[in-house]
């Protein structure tokens, strides 16, 4: 033992342990930009009698709203998005329903899929109850839902007089139209609703869900698009989130532009979860580097992973999740930047 540390170039170690320190600093700081950069947005919730479907209902120019900011999506492929800076969001509530509404600039009419160019606007919002899920669509073990509002589900009929359809000729369906051929629910010709319910536990994973009580209405402003989401409070989806089971809810937003060629994952999102406090009907801010349940106790975001492994209680959670890999970090860090210096 004696050798190996006589054998150790002393001047070398010590920049090696300045360069390991400098590292584990920048992984601290990244993860607490990280931190913020998820979890904050804040706006308050108006109560109704009755629930303004309609995006152009007075109601919604008396609730109060908040503009959250809009980015690019980069974490997964295909990258892409962007071109829309912020979304306007307001948020009603009443015994029976919530409804949510987003208003954004666009000044192009993107509701006619006229030829394979063409892709279609677009609205979501992905909603998650009781813990914060990862803001990449949720995750194994933490399912998420997501509302799904697009234009051309409302005006592709030709309904509006941007309207068109690329497929005005007689065709086979199974060659030009195999969506449609296999029944792929985002391939229909119409819908009953223009609001979809779906789930995801991350990207890649969208699913279908069978059970659709979300509805939706776009209509076009001077300056783009405004879209109300409405759905019942309680509902029997197996993933659906629920707001009448005093839990918080964690809100996300994302819109499409299909003039920018922005479609799947090509899209402008929230990198920031709102929250919504289910027995106040209030959204507030989510508590930086954690989920917080509506009775103010502290959660990791790893809650519904834990409650399937059964976990081993803020210790154990402080100890994988922050402690082991930090210690890895620096004995890496160290080892390398020593071995590099040396020679």
Same mark, same amino acid.
């Given at each position: 033992m004696t050798g190996r540390l006589s054998s150790l170039d002393r001047s070398a170690a010590? $920049?090696?342990?300045?360069?390991?320190? /400098? &590292?584990?600093?920048l992984l601290v700081l990244g993860q607490t930009a990280l931190s913020a950069a998820v979890t904050g947005g804040s706006q308050p919730m108006a109560s109704v009698d009755a629930m303004p479907t309609d995006p152009t209902d007075q109601r919604w120019a008396d609730a109060p709203s908040r503009t959250? +900011?809009? !980015? #690019?999506?980069?974490? #997964?492929?295909?990258?892409?998005?962007?071109?829309? *800076?912020?979304?306007?969001? =307001?948020?009603? =509530?009443? +015994?029976t329903h919530v409804a949510f509404r987003l208003t954004w600039? *666009?000044? &192009?009419?993107? &509701?006619?899929? =006229?030829?394979? @160019?063409?892709?279609s606007d677009a609205a979501a919002i992905m909603l998650k109850g009781g813990e914060s899920p990862p803001v990449t669509m949720g995750a194994a073990g933490q399912p998420v839902n997501i509302w799904y509002w697009r234009s051309n589900w409302q005006f592709g009929d030709r309904s509006a007089e941007w309207s068109g359809d690329m497929y005005a000729y007689p065709h086979p369906d199974a060659e030009t139209r195999p969506g449609s051929a296999a029944d792929n629910p985002l391939s229909k010709p119409e819908y009953a609703s223009y609001g979809q319910n779906y789930y995801? %536990?991350?990207?890649? !994973?969208?699913s279908h869900a069978s059970a659709q009580p979300v509805q939706a209405r776009g209509e076009r &402003? +001077?300056?783009?698009?405004? /879209?109300?989401?409405? $759905? @019942? $409070?309680?509902?029997?989806?197996?993933? +659906?989130a629920s707001f009448d089971e005093h839990e918080t809810v964690y809100l996300a937003f994302g819109v499409w532009n299909g003039s920018e060629d922005e479609v799947n994952g090509q899209k402008s999102i929230t990198l920031q979860f709102s929250t919504l406090d289910t027995d106040s009907g209030a959204l507030g801010q989510a508590d930086p580097g954690?989920?917080? *349940?509506?009775d103010g106790s502290g959660s990791d975001g790893n809650s519904a992973t834990d409650a399937g492994t059964g976990g081993g209680g803020p210790f154990d959670s402080f100890l994988f999740?922050?402690?082991?890999?930090?210690?890895?970090?620096?004995?890496?860090?160290?080892?390398?930047?020593? $071995?590099?210096? %040396?020679s």
């Open positions: 010590v $920049r090696a342990s300045l360069v390991s320190l /400098v &590292t584990v600093l959250a +900011d809009l !980015s #690019a999506q980069q974490m #997964a492929p295909p990258y892409g998005g962007g071109s829309v *800076d912020e979304v306007e969001v =307001s948020a009603v =509530s009443n +015994d600039a *666009d000044p &192009t009419n993107d &509701t006619s899929l =006229s030829s394979p @160019e063409n892709y995801a %536990k991350g990207y890649g !994973s969208l &402003t +001077d300056e783009g698009w405004s /879209v109300v989401f409405v $759905r @019942e $409070r309680s509902t029997t989806g197996q993933y +659906d954690g989920a917080s *349940d509506a999740d922050y402690l082991l890999p930090l210690l890895a970090a620096i004995v890496v860090s160290w080892l390398v930047a020593y $071995r590099r210096l %040396k």
